[in-house]
Nanobody
């Protein structure tokens, strides 16, 4: 059973930057894709970005051009670089690892990001 641990959240002013990390307890290379989700107070969890084992990435329209997802297989870590942060980016950010065969979907405990002046 893989364990995912997010870190890097915090309080930042609008326009600022943060880099989130998601460290896995084992190799992330076996996962077909790694994703970042977020959940704001009173809202449903939403997908933010994803990256495949081959390195292809995709983003939600709300973060495209501002956020960058990357992975370091040697460190079994996935990152989310967040630039030009807005108050509406405030949420708990979760890391998710997906393996298709056999099906595995693992989640981290989340890290709080607050964008406020």
């Amino acid at each position: 059973q893989v364990q995912l641990v997010e870190s890097g959240g915090g309080l930042v002013q609008p326009g600022g930057s943060l880099r989130l990390s998601c460290a896995a307890s084992g190799s992330i290379f076996r996962f077909n894709a790694m994703h970042w989700y977020r959940q704001a107070p009173g809202k449903e969890r939403e997908w933010v970005a994803g990256i495949t084992s081959g390195g292809s990435s995709n983003y939600a329209d709300s973060v495209k051009g501002r956020f960058t997802i990357s992975r370091d297989n040697a460190k079994d870590t996935v990152y989310l670089q967040m630039n030009s942060l807005k108050p509406e980016d405030t949420a708990v950010y979760y890391c998710n690892a997906v393996q298709r065969t056999p099906w595995i979907s693992a989640w981290g405990q989340g890290t709080q990001v607050t964008v406020s002046s």
